[in-house]
């Protein structure tokens, strides 16, 4: 396929730099996270995901946040309201009364 000469050809300065991806919405993030696997972009926008308070589920693979404080709280999970993006549907949906066990709980530091 054959770019359009007036189409940038170089992507802009800084744009591979997480204060790029921390201005960045959700929705953009997520594409990045799901469709550019293991580059440093995927990178990017999981640290950019988590700075917005977004946690991701290692059993369902999908990102959650906090719709309210949980209900309950233990050592080994919490049980509350959360939002999370369903990537099969392409939507943040809401999921009540979900036990979020900490096992599951991605929590690396970037």
């Known amino acids: 396929s ?8 170089i992507p ?3 744009c591979d730099t997480p204060e790029f991806y921390y201005r960045l ?3 953009t993030l997520f594409f990045v996270f799901y469709y550019m696997e293991g580059s440093r972009a995927q990178y990017l926008a ?14 369902h693979m999908m990102w959650f946040q ?5 209900k309950t709280i233990t050592d080994d999970y ?3 309201t959360y939002i999370f993006f369903d990537y099969e549907r392409w939507q943040t949906r ?6 979020f066990e900490y096992k599951f709980l991605e929590d690396r530091e970037f």
């Open 46 to 59: 999981a640290k950019a995901l988590k700075r917005q308070s977004w946690r991701f589920h290692t059993k």
């Open 94 to 99: 809401k999921r009540d009364n979900f036990i």
């Open 12 to 14: 802009p300065t800084g």
């Open 78 to 80: 919490e049980q509350g």
């Open 25 to 27: 919405a959700p929705d």
């Open 66 to 70: 906090r719709h309210e404080e949980p």
């Open 2 to 9: 054959q770019m359009i000469p007036y189409y940038p050809q």
